[in-house]
């Protein structure tokens, strides 16, 4: 039986494998283009530089972390 450590450690290890498919996928992609896999909109420039593995814009990502907090 698993016990929360070892659940907790496999949904990292899913997490971490879609952001690297996620990523990979990008390969060659104009980021200027980039967009919000949650919105669609546009991802800004100045978070494309600052963490240039966003998947999101900062608005979607602060509702999932938003989501994450009232999970636990």
């Known amino acids: 039986m698993a016990d929360?450590?070892?659940r907790a450690t496999e949904l990292m290890e899913q997490t971490l494998e879609h952001a690297l498919a996620t990523r990979?996928?990008?390969t060659g992609v104009d980021w200027a283009r980039?967009?919000?896999e949650e919105c669609g909109d546009e991802i800004p420039a100045a978070r494309r530089e600052?963490?240039?593995?966003?998947t999101?814009?900062?608005e979607c990502q602060?509702?999932?972390e938003q989501r994450r907090r009232h999970v636990r």
Not at 50 to 54: D, K, L, R, V
């Open 24 to 26: 990979a996928s990008w």
């Open 4 to 6: 929360n450590a070892d």
């Open 50 to 54: 600052a963490a240039p593995w966003a």
């Open 34 to 36: 980039a967009e919000c």
């Open 62 to 64: 602060s509702i999932r």
């Open 56 to 58: 999101t814009c900062i």
